[in-house]
Nanobody
Framework: QVQLVESGGGSVRPGGSLKLSCAAS??????VGWFRQGPGKEREGVSC???????YYTESVKGRFIISRDNDKDLVYLQMNNLKPEDTGVYFC??????????????????????WGQGTQVTVSS
C-alpha cells in the first residue's frame, strides 16, 4: 500500500507560481502522475514522471509546468509558473509501480494508476 500526500497548494493571482509536492515512502520506484479536477470538470492528467526519469506533459501546461523528482527525499514536485485561472482545481498525485508507460500519453490517464493522494487545492484568481 502506498500512501501519497500532496502539499503546496494555495491561492495566487494570474501569472503567479506555486510548487506542489507529492510524498510517499519508496516513491522512487513508481511512475508518478499529477492530475487536476476543476469545478464541474472531469479529472485530467497534467504531467507525469517515470521512475526512469522520463517525463510527459499535457499540451496546455508545456513551457509553464515542470515535474521533477528528488529520490533521496521520496518526493515528486510540480513547479507551476505563469498560472492561469483555468489552472484552478484540486491537484492530485498518483503512483503506479512501473518505470514509465509504453505509450507515453497513457501516463495522463487516471485509470493507469493504482494509488492516489487526497489532493491539494490550487486557486488562480485576480
Amino acid at each position: 500500500q502506498v500512501q501519497l500526500v500532496e502539499s503546496g497548494g494555495g491561492s495566487v493571482r494570474p501569472g503567479g507560481s506555486l510548487k506542489l509536492s507529492c510524498a510517499a515512502s519508496r516513491l522512487e520506484h513508481y511512475a508518478v502522475g499529477w492530475f487536476r479536477q476543476g469545478p464541474g470538470k472531469e479529472r485530467e492528467g497534467v504531467s507525469c514522471a517515470g521512475s526512469d526519469g522520463r517525463t510527459y506533459y499535457t499540451e496546455s501546461v508545456k513551457g509553464r509546468f515542470i515535474i521533477s523528482r528528488d529520490n533521496d527525499k521520496d518526493l515528486v514536485y510540480l513547479q507551476m509558473n505563469n498560472l492561469k485561472p483555468e489552472d484552478t482545481g484540486v491537484y492530485f498525485c498518483a503512483a503506479d509501480i512501473r518505470p514509465f508507460f509504453a505509450v507515453p500519453t497513457k501516463c495522463l490517464l487516471p485509470t493507469e494508476y493504482d494509488y492516489w493522494g487526497q489532493g491539494t487545492q490550487v486557486t488562480v484568481s485576480s
